[in-house]
T-cell receptor
């Protein structure tokens, strides 16, 4: 499974755009990149998933360069409720035993 | 749509006692996972089921942990005997074996059971 590296923590003011970058140098051809969000005392929650270029949904955007060795999660205009830990994961969903290997994640603190 | 249900939410036991956790996945999800999350770390996969068969249990400490998924629906995770280092949150997750309706491969997590071993 590809290893990921992301910042341990980030601070941001309310209303700003936050970009969290994840490095995954040994990503495999069939791997997808997925981001999860976790609030205290809750299980992780799926945010977004992509394979290449750009993916956007109602809560975030995911930017993946052509070499796929990194990815950036973009959260537009964060609010206090976005304070959470964000995990970047890579894996092959078609492998028959699709698994998620979580690192320590990035703890995002949104400041009023 | 009902989410993944887990019980109990909290459990405090003494070391060497036994404990069991229960999980009810989202209806129709064939794949079920148990994770252990120690404070300050990301979740670690313990075991993965596909229907009622084990897909991967390579990180399950089999001398003290066991899990089953009878009839391919509910699952239980047991620890016997518990050690101090088993204090953690135990998360259950479920998913379709393939991409869901939105075309993504998504795991749905329950709220977890917080275990404290004293």
């Amino acid at each position: 499974l590809a290893k990921t590296t992301q910042p341990i923590s980030m601070d941001s003011y309310e209303g700003q755009e936050v970009n969290i970058t994840c490095s995954h140098n040994n990503i495999a051809t069939n791997d997808y990149i997925t981001w999860y969000q976790q609030f205290p005392s809750q299980g992780p929650r799926f945010i977004i998933q992509g394979y290449k270029t750009k993916v956007t949904n109602e809560v975030a955007s995911l930017f993946i360069p052509a070499d796929r060795k990194s990815s950036t999660l973009s959260l537009p205009r964060v609010s206090l409720s976005d304070t959470a830990v964000y995990y970047c994961l890579v894996g092959d969903p078609g492998a028959g035993s699709y698994q998620l290997t979580f690192g320590k994640g990035t703890k995002l603190s949104v400041i009023p | 749509e009902a989410g993944v249900a887990q019980s109990p939410r909290y459990k405090i036991i003494e070391k060497r006692q036994s404990v069991a956790f229960w999980c009810n996945p989202i209806s129709g999800h064939a794949t079920l996972y148990w994770y252990q999350q120690i404070l300050g770390q990301g979740p670690k996969l313990l075991i993965q089921f596909q229907n009622n068969g084990v897909v991967d249990d390579s990180q399950l400490p089999k001398d003290r942990f066991s899990a089953e998924r009878l009839k391919g629906v509910d699952s239980t995770l047991k620890i016997q005997p518990a050690k101090l280092e088993d204090s953690a949150v135990y998360l259950c997750a479920s998913s379709f074996p393939t991409a869901g309706g939105k075309g993504v491969y998504e795991q749905y997590f329950g709220p977890g059971t917080r275990l404290t071993v004293t």
